[in-house]
């Protein structure tokens, strides 16, 4: 009898007709200056990419959150392999991995001014700090997760220590990697928003902030929304690249998986 | 004038192994004042209940283990940490084989190791794939076999190193009982054909009469050793309902029975 709701596309479109239409519902009762509409939203945006300013804000975040991004990953991997593997490096460092990754980036921001300057690197190097914990931390939980007969059997089989990282260890912490790469990217997004809202004067933090000046919700509606969808679109990009390329490795894509 | 064949003998003297500090006091041993002597060629089990210290025994002989005192030789060499001479088959297939090689890659990972040429190692693991029955699976992961499949999968990792020494912990102790029995029969023409030294370890009976030549009994830890060892001249295939056999079943389950 309700047959037709368990179709996946009339579900999933009722679903976003019932949400836009709560939304819309909201701007009705508060007013469009409380909650812009789905309508004012999409004006908003179109105001601000016909001056060119939306698309330029994107780019330049997502530059700095790329650039923040891979740097920072490409930094973590080693030192969370070395952590993990060394006993006596992981004793000293652990303690201090725990003190440090509860400071949230954002409290970083005016020291990392100070110390790289207003340009891109203080925004980069922030970016870099709120990867690089979450992709050690991962990377050495991986290694540490290495079954000891991998590595027994590999050495039985004439493999040398360096030989086991590369050919063992590298490859059985490549979820790992790649799990703790992917959260990464969440909290770039977050840091990145937050250091463009204090000190920069473009990117899309800049725009959610700076639209406060004029009282325009409808663009701060429209930069959440940018938000929102680049993080999805990078997640699934790279959920997707995970699944094809590291697929022998047994990443596993949340995003895509299919029953 | 041509080689002395290498003999592969293993020299057990007054071996043990103890899992506390002196400082703490007394000694506790998981086994202690083994001697053994397994020649060259051997099918030798290994039998015992489970937390006697057969897996530690055999962990030592493997190198990954070290001894706490007396002598473990092979070849008269002390061994003292693992080498490509004594190969390893593990119980857990999973946790051992590499999840993200290909069975070929699998079988060609020491030779890898080892730099052997391309050419070279594709027709090492075409000869150990056929040897232990996977042909047509080579490009498989090991998630896409069954786990009588994945013990193969080890077995001919192991061999394509041509290692002088098999050992073996409870390999086909995770496996259904048909399954079992077809491994263990593939694994005695195995041996038989590559006259390899085995040590098997097991806690089954009729396993350990099924493969062995000579079948050692370990006393219930701690402290354990070998009490006993027993020859079985059944020729092999080795048949269960023969009253030889069972006599000799028999014989072994006393000996249990008496130790409780």
């Known amino acids: 009898m309700m047959k037709w709701i368990e179709k996946k596309w009339i579900s999933v479109s009722l679903l976003w007709i019932a949400i836009l239409g709560i939304w819309q519902l909201g701007a009705f009762i508060y007013g469009v200056d409380v909650i812009p509409g789905p309508w004012s939203t999409l004006k908003g945006g179109q105001e601000l990419l016909e001056d060119g300013t939306l698309l330029q804000y994107i780019?330049?975040?997502?530059?700095?959150?790329?650039?923040?991004?891979?740097?920072?990953?490409?930094?973590?991997i080693p030192v969370?392999?070395?952590?993990?593997?060394?006993?006596?490096?992981?004793?000293?460092?652990?303690?201090?991995l725990n003190f440090i990754r509860f400071i949230p980036p954002i409290a970083f921001i005016t020291l990392f001014l100070v110390w790289f300057g207003i340009g891109e690197q203080s925004k980069i190097a922030l970016i870099m700090y709120a990867t690089f914990f979450i992709v050690v931390l991962n990377t050495l939980t991986g290694v540490m997760s290495v079954e000891e007969d991998k590595i027994r059997s590999a050495r039985s089989m004439g493999a040398n220590e360096w030989q086991?990282?590369?050919?063992?260890?590298?490859?059985?912490?490549?979820?790992?990697?790649?799990?703790?790469?992917?959260?990464?990217?969440?909290?770039?997004?977050?840091?990145?928003?937050?250091a463009e809202m204090i000190a920069s004067n473009e990117g899309v933090g800049y725009l959610i902030w700076n639209s406060r000046l004029f009282f325009r919700t409808d663009w701060i509606f429209v930069g959440l929304f940018c938000l929102g969808f680049m993080g999805f679109f990078t997640d699934r990009l790279f959920g997707w690249f995970g699944k094809r390329?590291?697929?022998?490795?047994?990443?596993?894509?949340?995003?895509?998986?299919?029953? | 004038m041509s080689l002395p064949a290498k003999q592969n003998t293993i020299h057990i003297e007054q071996l043990r192994k103890s899992y506390s500090e002196p400082?703490?006091?007394?000694?506790?041993?998981?086994?202690?004042?083994?001697?053994?002597?397994?020649?060259?060629?051997?099918?030798?089990?290994?039998?015992?209940?489970s937390g006697c210290g057969k897996s530690t025994l055999l962990n030592m002989i493997a190198?990954?283990?070290?001894?706490?005192?007396?002598?473990?030789?092979?070849?008269?060499?002390?061994?003292?940490?693992?080498?490509?001479?004594?190969?390893?088959?593990?119980?857990?297939?999973?946790?051992s084989l590499f999840p993200w090689l290909t069975v070929r890659e699998n079988v060609e990972f020491g030779l890898r190791m080892k730099k052997t040429a391309k050419t070279e190692r594709r027709s090492i693991s075409d000869r150990y794939i056929a040897l232990v029955g996977l042909n047509g699976h080579e490009e498989k992961f090991p998630k896409e076999l069954?786990?009588?499949?994945?013990?193969?999968?080890?077995?001919?990792?192991?061999?394509?190193?041509?290692?002088a020494i098999l050992l073996m912990d409870e390999p086909f102790g995770a496996l259904d009982a048909m399954t079992r029995r077809t491994m263990q029969k593939e694994l005695v023409n195995i041996w038989r054909e590559t006259h390899n030294t085995v040590i098997f370890v097991t806690h089954d009976i009729q396993e350990a009469l099924l493969l062995g030549e000579r079948i050692g009994i370990m006393s219930v830890g701690p402290s354990s050793n070998i009490t006993d060892i027993y020859e079985n001249t059944l020729t092999y295939p080795r048949d269960v309902a023969s009253p030889e056999f069972y006599s000799l079943y028999n014989q072994i389950q006393r000996h249990f029975e008496e130790q409780d």
């Open chain 2, 63 to 95: 190198g990954f283990v070290s001894k706490s005192g007396g002598n473990l030789r092979v070849d008269n060499v002390e061994v003292n940490k693992p080498g490509r001479d004594r190969a390893v088959v593990f119980q857990q297939a999973d946790s």
């Open chain 1, 80 to 96: 969370g392999l070395i952590i993990g593997k060394v006993n006596v490096i992981r004793i000293f460092a652990e303690p201090f």
């Open chain 1, 164 to 194: 086991i990282l590369l050919h063992v260890i590298v490859p059985a912490t490549i979820p790992y990697i790649f799990t703790g790469v992917r959260l990464a990217m969440g909290t770039s997004y977050m840091a990145i928003i937050g």
């Open chain 2, 146 to 163: 069954s786990g009588g499949m994945k013990q193969r999968v080890q077995l001919a990792r192991v061999l394509a190193n041509e290692p």
């Open chain 2, 23 to 49: 400082a703490a006091g007394e000694l506790h041993y998981i086994i202690k004042d083994v001697n053994l002597v397994i020649k060259g060629g051997e099918f030798f089990v290994l039998l015992g209940p």
């Open chain 1, 59 to 76: 780019g330049i975040s997502f530059y700095r959150v790329l650039i923040g991004w891979v740097l920072g990953s490409l930094v973590a």
């Open chain 1, 245 to 259: 390329v590291l697929y022998r490795y047994g990443v596993v894509s949340v995003g895509a998986r299919r029953r």
